[in-house]
T-cell receptor, first 112, second 117 residues
Framework: QKEVEQNSGPLSVPEGAIASLNCTYS??????FFWYRQYSGKSPELIMF????GDKEDGRFTAQLNKASQYVSLLIRDSQPSDSATYLC????????????FGTGTRLQVTL | GAVVSQHPSRVICKSGTSVKIECRSL??????MFWYRQFPKKSLMLMAT?????????EQGVEKDKFLINHASLTLSTLTVTSAHPEDSSFYIC?????????????FGNGTRLTVT
């Protein structure tokens, strides 16, 4: 079983719609959860991080964490073509601060 | 925000040569830096953890004699790919986190695209 799983996509949403990206993880001891955006040929950039159960909002982005279900999601409201990228879910490794395990990423396509 | 600089951004070398990649934390001190490798359409794979003043910790399957890591100061870690071969061609990315707590986010350098011919 992979430690961090994401649907590879592509996930296609029309401009202005809500994009919902999902991620599950296997280690119940994980404490920190991160969403990174990666454009083709570029390195990842941090979008959001969340530590506690519930929702965390930052502009058009909302991260949702459910530790009981080992599930973390990212919602992008009012999706824009510039949001088209691969979104990587990352979870801190078992027992080691800052050592992240990444999912394979979900490719998002926002269509006009 | 935290800035991590990586150099060079792109390098082409011949098989058998060595390539050095530098990773610098520009506005914070990083006792720990991480080196990742990413093949096309694949996720980031952690290669090693670079520890300032001590030996790097390599992930399983990563040859420490091939991927030499030096972390001589609190703002600089280097990765040297020795005797490079075409299968080493990949996107290498370093990362670091400001010392704000154990769960601080990682910040990535811009990556180095290595092509071995």
């Amino acid at each position: 079983q992979k430690e961090v799983e994401q649907n590879s996509g592509p996930l296609s949403v029309p401009e202005g719609a809500i994009a919902s990206l999902n991620c599950t993880y296997s280690d119940r001891g994980s404490q920190s959860f991160f969403w990174y955006r990666q454009y083709s040929g570029k390195s990842p950039e941090l979008i959001m991080f969340i530590y506690s159960n519930g929702d965390k909002e930052d502009g058009r982005f909302t991260a949702q964490l459910n530790k009981a279900s080992q599930y973390v999601s990212l919602l992008i409201r009012d999706s824009q073509p510039s949001d088209s990228a691969t979104y990587l879910c990352a979870v801190n490794g078992p027992g080691t601060a800052s050592k992240l395990t990444f999912g394979t990423g979900t490719r998002l396509q926002v269509t006009l | 925000g935290a800035v991590v600089s990586q150099h060079p951004s792109r390098v082409i070398c011949k098989s058998g040569t060595s390539v050095k990649i530098e990773c610098r934390s520009l506005d914070f001190q990083a006792t720990t830096m991480f080196w990742y490798r990413q093949f096309p359409k694949k996720s980031l794979m952690l290669m090693a953890t670079s520890n300032e003043g001590s030996k790097a910790t390599y992930e399983q399957g990563v040859e420490k004699d091939k991927f030499l890591i030096n972390h001589a100061s609190l703002t600089l870690s280097t990765l040297t790919v020795t005797s490079a071969h075409p299968e080493d061609s990949s996107f290498y990315i370093c990362s670091a986190t400001p010392p704000r707590g154990r769960n601080s986010p990682l910040h990535f350098g811009n990556g180095t695209r290595l092509t071995v011919t």
